[in-house]
């Protein structure tokens, strides 16, 4: 892993003049919360609203290398391997079609954690397609679940008295009911 | 390195509430109905008016608002409620919840975004008394008694018709010589120039925010217009127009489609052909199309019947229901 020195310097070798910036594809270079570095193309990185606003606002040059605190690498390889599908896909046919086989494919084996983790990091990078993809997962697994599951995966507290939650039952006793069977 | 989110206990994942928001904004009401009992925080934005219009609006993008039917049950004060896209139709009781004492019949009239009309007759008042139910949610509201009652004692006659009106985030409902509004919760008279005798006893087709009902005077289409709050007429196709029909013997039915045009197709009641045509676009005569036609098996009972033909992508389905009272 090269240390973000040795990456700066690379960086500057590549933009400099200005004939040989226009060959190659425009990188822009971040750092995770556990230190790593990573380098995405511009027009992936560009899906994310809080680093385009980050170079675009203040007209940062892209030698800079942003830091991403509150992401950690392999969120960011997910979302990565996100954008860039949804960035090629985009003016396809098939678009719709496509995705949604992707994106079948991309949250199968994720547990709820890590979907919640992923809702974070959406909200936070500000990539509003993405955000509303892992929300829909997120409700999609827990629509069938019970009130003690919900409580649990999401650290909510029981602040209702034993009698209060009775109460707040019988307001809809049947959405307590059949919750395997059916598939609402 | 401060990271807040490092903070968070071995099994939860703690997320800022406008993401949990979206998270529920996707959820089918059963799950929402359920996860009022999740915590205090949570009841609230469930129940909030502003969250329901929203995760309504969802649905309806999404496409993934459930259709029930709701069927008369032996017992007098409860109904089925049948979910026919369930790959397994779970049939579920629910009981009315405007039952009272004297109690003599009651029927739901309209329905628009999950809401009921619901009207009940009463042995201890010549007026009939309005609710407004969602069966999903339970939410019950009574509505203030109607002014004119010209057939107080039958509950069935007289059009009826419920719609939404987004301008004014508002539901109206009209029947013959008043309508009502929801926020303002007073029956206001409607003065119409058309002759309420030649409209059928029945709910109103909603396209475009207006209100449709076959209109046997002329005949065309009677449609109420729940911005402007006035009657006007709208022609039928022409092959349509032809014959004189009686107001409740009408042969021409009108629906919705799927995408939002009106349609009509003629009814019939013993058998034969049907024609159905769509006004592709609104308002316009010379844009009713006829989409297809096709015959229809002779029924074995001839009570009142009611027919209603779905459309939907990949199917066509012919509905026959036996109405009566129950």
């Given amino acids: 892993m090269s240390t973000p020195a040795e990456n700066e310097a690379s960086i500057k070798q590549e933009s400099g003049p200005s004939g040989t910036v226009q060959d190659k594809p425009k990188k822009i270079v971040v750092r995770t919360g556990d230190g790593e570095v990573f380098e995405l193309k511009e027009e992936v990185a560009m899906e994310m609203e809080t680093i385009k606003t980050f170079f675009m606002e203040d007209n940062i040059s892209y030698e800079t290398v942003m830091p991403l605190t509150n992401v950690d690498s392999w969120e960011l390889v997910k979302v990565i391997e996100y954008c860039s599908k949804y960035v090629e896909l985009k003016n396809k046919e098939n678009f719709h079609k496509e995705l949604k086989a992707f994106q079948d494919e991309f949250v199968k084996s994720m547990s709820p954690k890590t979907l919640l983790s992923l809702s974070n990091v959406a909200n936070y990078l500000e990539i509003k397609y993405f955000l509303d993809f892992i929300c829909q997962a997120i409700a999609d697994h827990i629509k069938s679940k019970d009130v003690e599951y919900v409580r649990e995966l999401f650290g909510v507290e029981n602040d209702f008295t034993e009698e209060e939650y009775e109460m707040a039952k019988t307001e809809a006793p049947w959405a307590h009911e059949n919750l395997d069977k059916d598939l609402y | ?326």
């Avoid at chain 2, 800022?16 to 089918?28: F, S």
């Avoid at chain 2, 009781?93 to 009239?109: A, D, H, T």
């Avoid at chain 2, 407004?132 to 069935?156: A, E, H, Q």
């Avoid at chain 2, 009686?246 to 489609?257: F, G």
Wanted: net charge positive; proline share 6%.
């Fill in chain 2, 1 to 326: 390195m401060a990271d807040f989110r490092k903070t968070k206990t071995a099994m939860a994942e703690h997320i800022p509430e406008d993401v949990m928001i979206n998270v529920l904004e996707r959820l089918p009401v059963k799950s929402l109905m359920r996860f009022i009992c999740v915590s205090k925080r949570w009841r609230f934005i469930i129940s909030d008016p502003q969250f329901a219009k929203s995760h309504y609006k969802l649905s309806c993008e999404n496409q993934t608002i459930r259709r029930r039917f709701y069927l008369s049950n032996s017992n007098r004060f409860a109904l089925d409620s049948l979910d026919f896209e369930s790959p397994s139709p779970l049939l579920r009781e629910v009981r009315i919840p405007f039952e009272q004492p004297g109690i003599k019949y009651w029927s739901l009239r309209c329905s628009c975004n999950g809401l009921v009309c619901a009207v009940v007759s009463v042995s201890t008042s010549a007026k009939y008394h309005l609710y407004i139910w969602n069966p999903s949610t339970g939410f019950l509201k009574r509505l203030p008694d109607p002014s004119f009652c010209v057939y107080s004692m039958s509950v069935s006659s007289g059009f009826f018709g419920i719609g939404y009106l987004s301008a004014t985030d508002d539901y109206k409902i009209i029947k013959p010589g008043e309508m009502l509004s929801l926020r303002a919760n007073v029956w206001k008279k409607i003065h119409s120039p058309l002759k309420d005798l030649y409209i059928p006893p029945e709910e109103g087709i909603r396209v475009n925010e207006a209100l449709h009902w076959f209109y046997a005077r002329t005949p065309s289409i009677a449609a109420f217009d729940l911005a402007t709050e006035e009657f006007r007429t709208m022609p039928l196709p022409a092959a349509l127009k032809h014959t004189y029909y009686a107001v409740l013997d009408c042969s021409v039915r009108l629906q919705a489609s799927v995408g939002g045009c009106l349609c009509a197709f003629d009814f019939v009641m013993f058998g034969g052909s049907i024609d159905f045509w769509v006004m592709r676009e609104y308002g316009v005569a010379d844009s009713w199309a006829k989409l297809f036609k096709f015959n229809v098996p002779v029924p074995s009972e001839n009570i009142y019947e009611s027919e209603r033909l779905v459309v939907s992508d990949t199917s066509i389905t012919l509905e026959r229901a036996n109405v009566g009272f129950l």
